[in-house]
């Protein structure tokens, strides 16, 4: 019985062995199909990846190549252009190499006929020479001689009557010729540069403030002046320095740096510029604040912020020492006024007298006048014809198209001859005065000379004894040349030269 029971406990186990083999066999096969499932999926996928990127890789080629057929063809095509026009470079040389031979052969002929026509000449002179010779028994210098002699004799009166008359002609000529470019010029730029119209006075609060602003090498005042653009110069007067430049909007740039840096009391290079950038700033806005103020006053609009800012740069110049927006805006003022009385357009006739300086406010990179520089700047800004041509034709440099410039050349005299517009320094006018009369009496044959109307005119005396009619216009033209060598003036100066006799008896 017992035997019985351990043969079916090892058949149990037996059989639990065979049965947890196929269980283990039966998950092997399992786990085998799945890894093949497994790598068959990642064959595939593989196989897939490989197309793809095969095919990417066709395209990528395909696109390259097409492209470098592009670039072949376009490197193709610039070869034959660059081909064609050496070829039409080599036929124009062929050209012009062919023509200079040409040219070269004919100023040979030339030459050789000249050299012929030269020869016959001097054989005909040596003729005429000897034949001379044979007739009037006198050499070539006594037949000069007698030839010159009759022929100054019979043109004498003639050659007297051409000389005045072309010197009236030239006189007239260059008077119109030199009042246009001088007032074109003494427009453009300050005639006299006095210390009023080209430097600022700016008061230190101490001596010891001027070695702060040289600095130490005077690295300071370098790094100011290079900013502003202007000259400081600190010697000049206690407690003050002078701001010296002849552009005032940079004059007026540095005055307000440095008064910033007075303030602040910190003196160096970093401040010094950033003082110079908030002022150029602040500047700028003033500037802008200006010519719209002029605009507002006039009531006028449409104008370009390029044409606002050049107005108000105009208030910082001076023509004769007259602020030059105010001298704008007045004569837009008399232009619209004179417009309304002859039925013209007042508006146009503002427009015209307040652009007509506008050409002063620029910087020196424009080439020409004013008057000229001005007109192009509102002609590209879209200003109309009428106004552009007043502009530009104010001093008479281009023929007047409409009444509009007539009025400016009228309102732009009247304001600037009226009384007080132009007052120039008294020691500037003694100045000029004693340079006139100087220039005058050092003439030979002047007894005296007089400058009047301040300055306008001088009367020049001369002694009629030895100083014929001739002599005393050369005397005239001789003052006038020399006056417009060495002086700068405003306006125009008369010169009169008196020769006059006076014969007194007294009857007792």
Known sequence: MEFEQIVGFLSGIALGVVVYWLLIARRFERREEALRLKFDVEAREAQLTLREEK????????SRQAELERSIALRIEEQDLHAREIARNSERQSEQAEALDRREAEILRTKRTLEEAEHEAEKIR???????HQISQMDQVEARKLLIATTESECEKEMNHLRQSLLKRSDSEVTDESRRILLAAMQRITSQPMNDATATVVTLPSEEMKGRIIGREGRNIRTFEHATGTTLMIDETPDSVLISCFDPV???IARIALDALLRDGRIHPASIEEEVEKAEEAMAANITELGEGALRKLRLNNVHPEVVALLGKLHYRLSNNQNTLAHSVEVANLCALIAAEIGLDPALAKRAGLFHDLGKAVDEEYEGSHAAVGAEIIKQHGEDPRV???TAAHHKEVPAESAYAGLVMVADALSAVRPGARASSIDGFIQRVRSIEEIAKEVRGV????AIQAGREVRVIVEPLTVDEDEARKIALHIRERIEEELN??????ITV???QRFTETAV
């Open 498 to 500: 008196i020769r006059e």
């Open 55 to 62: 095919s990417t890789s066709e395209l990528e080629f395909k």
């Open 489 to 494: 003036y405003p306006g125009a100066i008369e």
């Open 250 to 252: 940079r004059r007026e």
């Open 388 to 390: 552009v041509n007043a």
């Open 447 to 450: 007894s005296d000379a007089y």
């Open 126 to 132: 040596r003729l005429y020479r000897l034949k001379l």
